[in-house]
């Protein structure tokens, strides 16, 4: 397989919901193809820059109604706009495939989807702030959202930083919510079937891995 045989390198997505396994398959996929000798960079949103960690922090901490849900789209997409001008871009220049984990879709699937901005302003926005950017192969990991906040909310207690407030903002919401994000990402899925591979997130995480790893060597 050639990940590099393009002009520039595949800028591949992670999407999905909370404890859908992002995180953890970001980093299976990233010894991959460093395995199989690709230069690679892991990064994620929101965050990515110094400066965006501290919009992620502004974001992802505090109770549920802090923001208002235009408001949690802009700030996602000053972010984003450092992100790809300072870490995103570079990288692909450089010949690096780059692995994300989050981006656009899930602005569309948490801020469109599950809170009520409409989806043509978020893309009006989105295309004013990026331009034409979109990742070349994007992986929705699809869980039921009562499996997947139990694995979150598992792991967060393990990860629990007594000095720092937990990053469980969006847990917090409620449930609906969730499932209108879920529902949000298939949708997604089914516009933009090219891009989009959807990954069965109830399976174990060497399955997933398996999934991900032959839906993108088929694509290449
Ligand atoms: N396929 C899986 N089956 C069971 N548990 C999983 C699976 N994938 C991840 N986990 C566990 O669930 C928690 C959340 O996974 P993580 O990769 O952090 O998800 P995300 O980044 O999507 O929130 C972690 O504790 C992780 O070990
Ligand atoms: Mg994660």
Redesign the pocket.
């Known amino acids: 397989m050639n990940l590099h045989h393009k002009k520039r390198p595949l800028f591949i997505t ?1 999407e ?12 299976k996929l990233a010894e991959r193809l460093t395995r199989e000798n690709y230069k690679v960079i892991t990064t994620r949103e929101p965050g990515g820059t110094p400066e965006g960690e501290k919009i992620r922090s502004l974001f992802v901490k505090g109770g549920t109604e802090k923001w208002s849900p235009l408001a949690e789209v802009l700030l996602v997409l000053a972010a984003r706009a450092m992100h790809v001008e300072r870490v995103v871009n570079p990288a692909l220049d450089a010949g690096k495939v780059v692995v994300c ?1 989050r981006f656009s879709d899930s602005t569309v699937a948490y801020q469109g989807y599950g809170r009520g901005v409409p989806l043509e302003k978020i893309e009006r926005i989105t295309q004013d702030v990026l331009g034409d950017l979109t990742p070349d192969v994007t992986f929705i ?1 699809d869980i039921e959202p009562e ?2 906040l139990k ?2 909310t ?2 967060m207690a ?1 990860e629990r930083n007594p000095d720092s407030q937990a990053e469980d903002r969006f847990e917090k919401m409620e449930f609906s919510f969730h499932q209108k994000v879920r529902n949000g990402f298939l949708e997604i899925a089914k516009r933009e079937p090219d891009r989009c591979i959807i990954i069965d ?5 060497e ?2 891995a398996d999934d991900i790893w032959s839906a993108l060597s088929k694509r290449l």
């Open positions: 992670l999905g919901g909370e404890g859908s396994g992002k995180t953890t398959q970001i980093n984990d990991l499996v997947g694995r979150s598992k792991r393990r997130a109830a399976g174990g995480t399955k997933m």
